[in-house]
């Protein structure tokens, strides 16, 4: 019982943890992806040279995937200023940035699943605890229907009846 009382204890601090600015782990999961898949998909289709406006496409198509993560979305804007002013220097950057969000992508997704092995954990431990206490109860049941049932014997009931002009009171004892 003790484990189950800690299980339903830490519930809410893993809950907790899910929603860090909002965004739960799977929305971070979620922005990481896809800022990867519309960055890959504006190299794709922007095949020129690598300018300052192809940084500034680049980026723009990013950006926007992480402006509910600040620590992210500042990140992105602090690599994203020196690749479109410099845009001759700025492969090795935006490959830095590249490698930061695919760790932080890493990261979520693990600690996204550490919170649902936590919440798979309370949620067997608490299926567990709600079978315990239903075999208690058949238990129970089970108990009280082989014990014999004892009727006490109907005393008798003496009634008084009384008259007062038109009207009978009666009692019964």
Not at 57 to 70: K, Q, V
Not at 86 to 105: C, F, K, M
Not at 112 to 121: A, H, K, T, W
Not at 149 to 162: D, G, K, L, R
Request: proline share 4%; charged share 15%; with cysteine.
């Amino acid at each position: 019982m003790k484990k189950t009382s800690i299980g339903l204890v830490l519930l809410p601090v893993l809950l907790a943890a899910c929603a860090i600015e909002g965004v739960g782990f799977d929305g971070r999961v979620n922005a990481y992806r896809n800022a990867a898949a519309d960055g890959r998909e504006f190299a794709a289709l922007n095949r020129g040279a690598h300018d300052a406006a192809w940084f500034v496409g680049w980026c723009g198509a990013i950006e926007p995937h992480f402006r509910r993560m600040s620590e992210q979305h500042a990140r992105v804007d602090r690599y994203c200023a020196p690749m479109q002013a410099n845009p001759n220097d700025a492969e090795p950057v935006r490959s830095d940035l590249i490698a930061y969000l695919s760790s932080g992508n890493s990261y979520a997704i693990d600690h996204r699943d550490e919170v649902l092995r936590g919440l798979g954990i309370s949620a067997q431990l608490q299926q567990a605890q709600a079978q315990q206490l239903q075999a208690q109860a058949m238990q129970a049941q089970a108990l009280s229907a082989s014990r014999p049932i004892v009727v006490q014997p109907n005393t008798a009931v003496h009634c008084t009846s009384t008259r007062f002009g038109n009207q009978v009171n009666t009692s019964c004892n």
